[in-house]
């Protein structure tokens, strides 16, 4: 579920099919995302899961799989 809302947001804002995208995809890299991309990107995530991910936590962040380990945990 986490996984899936994730791809979403992913596929809205740089515009990929949701199927592309793994838990191994690099968010930085693969997408080809700057800071301000990413900056976005956060902001949407803190949104959709009614978050709050700290700006020391958002640097380890670097795969989709990061994305959706934290949002699990800090979702409990």
């Known amino acids: 579920m986490i996984l899936e809302k994730v791809r979403a947001i992913l596929s809205e804002q740089f515009d990929v099919y949701g199927e592309e995208i793994t838990e191994e995809t690099n968010i930085e890299k693969d997408f080809n995302?700057?800071?301000?991309?990413?900056?976005?990107?956060?902001?949407?995530?803190?949104?959709?899961?009614?978050?709050?991910?700290?700006?020391e936590i958002s640097e380890d962040i670097k795969t989709v799989g990061d994305m959706v380990s934290y949002i699990k945990k800090v979702s409990k």
């Open 33 to 55: 995302a700057d800071s301000l991309d990413i900056a976005d990107l956060l902001i949407a995530f803190e949104e959709e899961f009614n978050i709050k991910i700290p700006d």
